[in-house]
Protein backbone atom coordinates (compact mmCIF):
# COMPACT_ATOMS: atom_id res chain seq x y z
CA UNK A 1 0.00 0.00 0.00
CA UNK A 2 1.52 3.50 -1.09
CA UNK A 3 -0.38 5.48 2.01
CA UNK A 4 0.91 3.56 4.59
CA UNK A 5 2.56 6.48 6.35
CA UNK A 6 -0.28 9.02 5.48
CA UNK A 7 -2.37 8.47 8.85
CA UNK A 8 0.24 6.92 11.31
CA UNK A 9 2.73 9.00 13.77
CA UNK A 10 6.27 8.56 14.40
CA UNK A 11 7.71 9.75 17.10
CA UNK A 12 11.33 10.40 18.44
CA UNK A 13 12.54 7.72 20.96
CA UNK A 14 13.37 10.18 23.76
CA UNK A 15 16.70 12.21 22.48
CA UNK A 16 18.07 10.02 19.85
CA UNK A 17 17.46 9.91 16.38
CA UNK A 18 15.11 7.06 16.14
CA UNK A 19 11.04 7.61 15.40
CA UNK A 20 8.68 4.95 15.96
CA UNK A 21 5.44 4.78 15.09
CA UNK A 22 2.90 5.89 18.06
CA UNK A 23 1.05 1.97 17.67
CA UNK A 24 4.02 -1.01 17.40
CA UNK A 25 2.73 -4.79 17.50
CA UNK A 26 3.92 -7.26 19.88
CA UNK A 27 4.57 -10.73 18.95
CA UNK A 28 3.80 -11.96 22.46
CA UNK A 29 0.68 -13.71 21.68
CA UNK A 30 -0.88 -15.55 18.61
CA UNK A 31 2.51 -15.46 16.71
CA UNK A 32 3.88 -18.89 18.00
CA UNK A 33 4.18 -22.38 16.44
CA UNK A 34 0.37 -23.17 18.67
CA UNK A 35 -1.37 -20.53 16.28
CA UNK A 36 -2.53 -19.83 12.95
CA UNK A 37 0.13 -19.23 10.61
CA UNK A 38 -2.08 -16.93 8.12
CA UNK A 39 -3.95 -15.45 11.21
CA UNK A 40 -0.08 -14.11 12.06
CA UNK A 41 0.88 -13.46 8.60
CA UNK A 42 -2.09 -11.11 8.32
CA UNK A 43 -1.64 -9.40 11.32
CA UNK A 44 1.80 -8.11 10.44
CA UNK A 45 0.50 -7.39 6.79
CA UNK A 46 -2.49 -5.16 8.36
CA UNK A 47 -0.21 -3.56 11.13
CA UNK A 48 2.48 -2.43 8.31
CA UNK A 49 0.05 -1.14 5.82
CA UNK A 50 -1.46 1.05 8.71
CA UNK A 51 2.30 2.39 9.00
CA UNK A 52 3.02 0.03 12.00
CA UNK A 53 6.78 -0.20 10.99
CA UNK A 54 7.86 -1.42 14.43
CA UNK A 55 7.31 -5.17 15.14
CA UNK A 56 8.29 -6.33 18.72
CA UNK A 57 9.63 -10.10 19.78
CA UNK A 58 11.61 -11.70 22.06
CA UNK A 59 13.63 -14.96 22.43
CA UNK A 60 11.00 -16.89 23.97
CA UNK A 61 7.69 -15.61 22.45
CA UNK A 62 5.74 -18.61 21.43
CA UNK A 63 4.83 -20.98 22.98
CA UNK A 64 7.04 -22.86 21.39
CA UNK A 65 9.86 -20.58 23.19
CA UNK A 66 11.62 -19.21 19.96
CA UNK A 67 8.78 -19.94 17.20
CA UNK A 68 7.40 -16.56 17.40
CA UNK A 69 10.93 -15.26 16.14
CA UNK A 70 10.89 -18.26 13.72
CA UNK A 71 7.44 -17.65 12.50
CA UNK A 72 8.40 -13.82 12.05
CA UNK A 73 11.57 -14.81 9.60
CA UNK A 74 8.90 -16.35 7.66
CA UNK A 75 6.44 -13.89 7.24
CA UNK A 76 9.46 -11.54 6.41
CA UNK A 77 10.06 -14.21 3.49
CA UNK A 78 6.72 -14.06 2.64
CA UNK A 79 5.97 -10.57 2.31
CA UNK A 80 8.39 -7.86 4.49
CA UNK A 81 11.85 -8.64 3.74
CA UNK A 82 12.02 -6.56 0.84
CA UNK A 83 10.79 -3.28 3.10
CA UNK A 84 13.47 -4.34 5.55
CA UNK A 85 15.04 -0.81 5.69
CA UNK A 86 11.41 0.52 6.50
CA UNK A 87 11.18 -1.64 9.71
CA UNK A 88 12.20 -1.36 13.02
CA UNK A 89 12.50 -4.96 14.57
CA UNK A 90 13.02 -5.77 18.32
CA UNK A 91 13.99 -8.69 20.68
CA UNK A 92 15.07 -9.39 23.50
CA UNK A 93 16.97 -11.54 26.23
CA UNK A 94 16.03 -12.30 29.88
CA UNK A 95 13.98 -14.72 30.88
CA UNK A 96 14.12 -18.30 30.87
CA UNK A 97 14.97 -19.72 26.99
CA UNK A 98 17.24 -22.94 27.30
CA UNK A 99 18.38 -25.09 30.18
CA UNK A 100 21.37 -24.82 32.43
CA UNK A 101 23.18 -21.97 33.62
CA UNK A 102 23.56 -19.81 30.76
CA UNK A 103 20.10 -19.65 29.31
CA UNK A 104 18.23 -17.28 31.79
CA UNK A 105 19.14 -13.66 33.68
CA UNK A 106 21.33 -10.89 32.38
CA UNK A 107 25.02 -12.63 31.91
CA UNK A 108 27.21 -11.34 28.84
CA UNK A 109 27.11 -15.21 27.67
CA UNK A 110 23.72 -15.47 27.91
CA UNK A 111 23.20 -12.15 25.97
CA UNK A 112 25.43 -12.74 23.32
CA UNK A 113 24.68 -16.04 22.77
CA UNK A 114 20.56 -15.49 22.61
CA UNK A 115 20.72 -12.56 19.97
CA UNK A 116 22.94 -15.11 17.79
CA UNK A 117 19.98 -17.54 17.92
CA UNK A 118 17.26 -14.40 17.70
CA UNK A 119 18.73 -13.60 14.33
CA UNK A 120 19.22 -17.30 12.75
CA UNK A 121 15.49 -17.88 13.27
CA UNK A 122 14.62 -14.45 12.22
CA UNK A 123 17.53 -15.33 9.10
CA UNK A 124 18.09 -11.53 9.76
CA UNK A 125 22.17 -9.61 9.84
CA UNK A 126 20.61 -7.22 12.91
CA UNK A 127 18.12 -6.08 15.10
CA UNK A 128 17.27 -2.22 15.62
CA UNK A 129 16.41 -2.51 18.99
CA UNK A 130 18.06 -5.22 21.50
CA UNK A 131 16.97 -5.26 25.04
CA UNK A 132 17.71 -6.58 28.41
CA UNK A 133 14.35 -8.00 29.10
CA UNK A 134 14.12 -7.79 32.80
CA UNK A 135 16.78 -6.77 35.27
CA UNK A 136 18.89 -9.17 37.02
CA UNK A 137 20.07 -8.38 40.90
CA UNK A 138 23.09 -11.15 40.47
CA UNK A 139 24.60 -10.33 37.13
CA UNK A 140 26.69 -6.22 38.01
CA UNK A 141 24.63 -4.31 35.85
CA UNK A 142 28.18 -3.64 34.03
CA UNK A 143 28.64 -6.72 32.64
CA UNK A 144 25.20 -7.00 31.43
CA UNK A 145 25.12 -3.04 29.78
CA UNK A 146 28.91 -4.08 28.68
CA UNK A 147 27.03 -6.75 26.36
CA UNK A 148 24.10 -4.51 25.22
CA UNK A 149 27.24 -2.19 24.29
CA UNK A 150 29.43 -5.31 22.50
CA UNK A 151 25.93 -6.06 20.17
CA UNK A 152 26.09 -2.64 19.12
CA UNK A 153 29.73 -2.52 18.46
CA UNK A 154 29.31 -6.27 16.44
CA UNK A 155 26.61 -4.68 14.41
CA UNK A 156 24.09 -7.33 15.25
CA UNK A 157 21.96 -4.43 17.09
CA UNK A 158 21.54 -0.90 15.85
CA UNK A 159 20.25 0.50 19.63
CA UNK A 160 20.04 -1.39 23.00
CA UNK A 161 17.35 -1.20 25.46
CA UNK A 162 15.95 -2.48 28.66
CA UNK A 163 12.93 -3.80 29.94
CA UNK A 164 10.96 -3.51 32.97
CA UNK A 165 13.83 -2.14 35.23
CA UNK A 166 13.00 -0.14 38.15
CA UNK A 167 13.10 3.66 37.78
CA UNK A 168 16.53 3.54 39.73
CA UNK A 169 18.07 1.26 37.86
CA UNK A 170 17.13 2.63 34.73
CA UNK A 171 19.20 5.75 35.42
CA UNK A 172 22.58 3.69 37.05
CA UNK A 173 22.14 1.68 33.03
CA UNK A 174 21.41 4.62 31.13
CA UNK A 175 24.74 6.45 32.85
CA UNK A 176 27.00 3.00 32.34
CA UNK A 177 25.51 2.99 28.76
CA UNK A 178 26.05 6.55 28.33
CA UNK A 179 29.80 6.15 29.44
CA UNK A 180 30.05 3.21 27.35
CA UNK A 181 28.87 5.32 24.09
CA UNK A 182 26.01 3.19 23.30
CA UNK A 183 22.63 5.22 24.48
CA UNK A 184 19.91 3.51 26.35
CA UNK A 185 17.50 4.36 23.83
CA UNK A 186 14.40 3.20 25.05
CA UNK A 187 12.91 1.37 28.24
CA UNK A 188 9.74 -0.96 27.63
CA UNK A 189 7.67 -0.65 31.13
CA UNK A 190 4.24 -2.26 31.44
CA UNK A 191 1.00 0.31 32.17
CA UNK A 192 -2.22 0.61 31.41
CA UNK A 193 -5.39 2.96 33.18
CA UNK A 194 -5.34 -0.64 35.45
CA UNK A 195 -1.31 -0.38 36.18
CA UNK A 196 0.20 3.19 37.21
CA UNK A 197 3.23 2.49 38.67
CA UNK A 198 5.62 4.16 36.13
CA UNK A 199 3.77 7.71 36.83
CA UNK A 200 4.98 7.76 40.25
CA UNK A 201 9.11 8.07 39.25
CA UNK A 202 10.01 5.72 35.99
CA UNK A 203 8.17 8.49 33.37
CA UNK A 204 10.46 11.37 34.75
CA UNK A 205 13.71 9.64 35.04
CA UNK A 206 13.32 8.48 31.84
CA UNK A 207 12.79 12.25 30.55
CA UNK A 208 15.56 13.18 32.59
CA UNK A 209 18.22 10.38 30.80
CA UNK A 210 16.41 11.30 27.34
CA UNK A 211 15.21 7.91 26.90
CA UNK A 212 12.13 6.79 25.50
CA UNK A 213 9.26 5.22 26.83
CA UNK A 214 7.26 1.89 24.89
CA UNK A 215 4.55 0.84 26.77
CA UNK A 216 3.26 -2.78 27.08
CA UNK A 217 -0.03 -4.49 27.34
CA UNK A 218 -1.68 -1.00 27.05
CA UNK A 219 -5.32 -3.17 27.11
CA UNK A 220 -4.22 -4.98 30.16
CA UNK A 221 -4.25 -7.74 27.74
CA UNK A 222 -7.20 -6.95 26.32
CA UNK A 223 -9.43 -6.01 29.52
CA UNK A 224 -9.72 -2.52 28.43
CA UNK A 225 -11.64 -3.19 25.63
CA UNK A 226 -15.46 -4.08 26.06
CA UNK A 227 -15.20 -7.78 25.31
CA UNK A 228 -15.41 -9.21 28.66
CA UNK A 229 -18.78 -7.31 29.42
CA UNK A 230 -20.46 -10.15 28.12
CA UNK A 231 -19.10 -13.03 30.02
CA UNK A 232 -15.58 -14.43 28.70
CA UNK A 233 -15.71 -15.49 24.83
CA UNK A 234 -13.76 -18.37 24.24
CA UNK A 235 -11.45 -16.75 21.35
CA UNK A 236 -10.51 -14.09 23.60
CA UNK A 237 -7.34 -14.57 25.68
CA UNK A 238 -8.66 -14.75 29.22
CA UNK A 239 -10.82 -17.96 27.33
CA UNK A 240 -7.96 -19.44 25.91
CA UNK A 241 -5.20 -21.40 27.10
CA UNK A 242 -2.21 -17.89 27.44
CA UNK A 243 -1.73 -18.48 31.33
CA UNK A 244 -1.38 -14.88 31.54
CA UNK A 245 -4.82 -13.72 31.25
CA UNK A 246 -7.67 -16.73 33.20
CA UNK A 247 -11.23 -16.14 33.89
CA UNK A 248 -10.49 -15.63 37.58
CA UNK A 249 -9.13 -12.44 36.37
CA UNK A 250 -12.14 -11.03 35.08
CA UNK A 251 -13.67 -10.09 38.50
CA UNK A 252 -16.88 -8.53 39.12
CA UNK A 253 -14.66 -5.05 40.35
CA UNK A 254 -12.90 -5.44 37.34
CA UNK A 255 -15.72 -5.30 35.42
CA UNK A 256 -17.78 -2.44 36.98
CA UNK A 257 -14.30 -0.30 36.29
CA UNK A 258 -14.63 -1.59 32.80
CA UNK A 259 -18.17 -0.85 32.11
CA UNK A 260 -17.57 2.76 33.77
CA UNK A 261 -14.70 3.71 31.61
CA UNK A 262 -16.33 1.89 28.56
CA UNK A 263 -19.23 4.68 29.42
CA UNK A 264 -16.49 7.50 29.04
CA UNK A 265 -15.31 6.12 25.66
CA UNK A 266 -18.69 5.91 24.54
CA UNK A 267 -19.01 9.73 25.22
CA UNK A 268 -15.75 10.32 23.52
CA UNK A 269 -16.88 8.56 20.50
CA UNK A 270 -14.05 6.08 20.92
CA UNK A 271 -13.83 2.39 21.68
CA UNK A 272 -13.05 1.54 25.16
CA UNK A 273 -9.73 0.20 23.10
CA UNK A 274 -8.58 2.88 20.88
CA UNK A 275 -9.09 5.09 24.89
CA UNK A 276 -7.10 3.23 26.65
CA UNK A 277 -4.49 3.30 24.03
CA UNK A 278 -5.09 7.45 23.69
CA UNK A 279 -4.82 7.40 27.64
CA UNK A 280 -1.51 5.89 27.37
CA UNK A 281 0.00 8.55 24.45
CA UNK A 282 -1.15 11.61 26.43
CA UNK A 283 2.54 11.68 28.32
CA UNK A 284 4.80 14.19 26.29
CA UNK A 285 7.72 11.47 26.63
CA UNK A 286 5.33 7.96 25.42
CA UNK A 287 6.76 7.24 22.04
CA UNK A 288 4.41 4.03 21.31
CA UNK A 289 2.29 1.88 22.72
CA UNK A 290 2.91 -1.71 22.22
CA UNK A 291 0.14 -3.58 21.78
CA UNK A 292 -0.66 -7.14 21.14
CA UNK A 293 -3.84 -8.76 19.14
CA UNK A 294 -5.51 -11.62 18.07
CA UNK A 295 -7.36 -10.53 14.72
CA UNK A 296 -6.01 -7.87 11.91
CA UNK A 297 -9.43 -6.21 12.80
CA UNK A 298 -8.15 -5.18 15.94
CA UNK A 299 -5.17 -3.32 14.55
CA UNK A 300 -7.28 -1.66 12.58
CA UNK A 301 -9.05 -0.35 15.72
CA UNK A 302 -6.59 -0.15 17.78
CA UNK A 303 -4.36 2.50 14.89
CA UNK A 304 -7.61 4.36 14.92
CA UNK A 305 -7.24 5.44 18.39
CA UNK A 306 -5.12 8.34 16.92
CA UNK A 307 -8.28 10.34 15.81
CA UNK A 308 -8.28 11.10 19.19
CA UNK A 309 -5.78 11.65 21.49
CA UNK A 310 -7.40 14.97 23.28
CA UNK A 311 -8.43 14.18 26.92
CA UNK A 312 -10.47 16.82 28.90
CA UNK A 313 -9.38 17.61 32.82
CA UNK A 314 -12.78 16.35 33.31
CA UNK A 315 -12.37 12.97 31.33
CA UNK A 316 -9.02 12.68 33.08
CA UNK A 317 -10.41 13.62 36.62
CA UNK A 318 -13.12 10.73 35.54
CA UNK A 319 -10.69 8.32 34.59
CA UNK A 320 -8.85 9.09 37.73
CA UNK A 321 -11.81 8.22 39.93
CA UNK A 322 -12.78 4.87 38.52
CA UNK A 323 -8.53 3.73 37.96
CA UNK A 324 -6.29 5.57 40.54
CA UNK A 325 -2.62 6.17 39.78
N1 LIG B 1 8.80 -6.57 28.10
C1 LIG B 1 7.97 -7.41 28.68
O1 LIG B 1 8.24 -7.98 29.74
C2 LIG B 1 6.65 -7.65 28.02
C3 LIG B 1 5.62 -8.34 28.70
C4 LIG B 1 4.40 -8.49 28.06
C5 LIG B 1 4.21 -7.99 26.77
N2 LIG B 1 5.24 -7.36 26.13
C6 LIG B 1 5.11 -6.84 24.75
O2 LIG B 1 3.91 -6.09 24.64
C7 LIG B 1 3.11 -6.62 23.60
C8 LIG B 1 1.66 -6.40 23.91
O3 LIG B 1 1.29 -7.08 25.09
P1 LIG B 1 -0.20 -7.55 25.26
O4 LIG B 1 -0.54 -8.49 24.16
O5 LIG B 1 -0.40 -7.96 26.66
O6 LIG B 1 -0.94 -6.12 24.98
P2 LIG B 1 -2.43 -5.60 25.08
O7 LIG B 1 -2.54 -4.70 23.90
O8 LIG B 1 -2.68 -5.07 26.43
O9 LIG B 1 -3.38 -6.87 24.88
C9 LIG B 1 -3.52 -7.46 23.61
C10 LIG B 1 -4.80 -8.26 23.56
O10 LIG B 1 -5.92 -7.40 23.71
C11 LIG B 1 -6.94 -7.77 22.81
N3 LIG B 1 -7.12 -6.65 21.86
C12 LIG B 1 -6.19 -6.02 21.14
N4 LIG B 1 -6.70 -5.01 20.44
C13 LIG B 1 -8.01 -4.99 20.73
C14 LIG B 1 -9.07 -4.16 20.31
N5 LIG B 1 -8.86 -3.16 19.47
N6 LIG B 1 -10.31 -4.42 20.81
C15 LIG B 1 -10.52 -5.43 21.66
N7 LIG B 1 -9.54 -6.26 22.10
C16 LIG B 1 -8.30 -6.03 21.63
C17 LIG B 1 -6.47 -9.05 22.13
O11 LIG B 1 -6.87 -10.12 22.99
P3 LIG B 1 -7.85 -11.32 22.61
O12 LIG B 1 -6.93 -12.46 22.45
O13 LIG B 1 -8.72 -11.43 23.81
O14 LIG B 1 -8.58 -10.96 21.35
C18 LIG B 1 -4.99 -8.91 22.21
O15 LIG B 1 -4.30 -10.13 22.09
C19 LIG B 1 3.55 -8.08 23.51
O16 LIG B 1 3.23 -8.68 22.28
C20 LIG B 1 5.02 -7.95 23.72
O17 LIG B 1 5.64 -7.51 22.52
C21 LIG B 1 6.43 -7.18 26.74
Same mark, same amino acid.
Given at each position: MSNRYDHMQYRRSGRSGLKLPAISLGLWHNFGGINSFENA??????? &????????DLANN??????????? &?????????????DELVISTKAGYHM???????????????????????????????????HRPDNETPLEETMTALDSTVRSGKALYVAISNYPAEKTAEAARILRE???PCLIHQP?????????????????????????? &????????????????????????????????NSITEEKLAK????????QQRGQSLAQMALSWCLRHQGMTSVLIGAS?????????????????????LAAIDEIAPA
Open positions: RSMSRTA &FDLGVTHFYGPPAGSAEEN &FGRILDHDLRAFRWNGPYGDHGSRKYLLSSLDQSLKRMKLDYVDIFYHLGTSYSIFNRWIEKDLLATLETEGVGCIV &FSPLAQGMLSDKYLGGVPADSRAGGPSGFLNAIRALNEIAKPAQIADSVGCLSNLEFSAEE
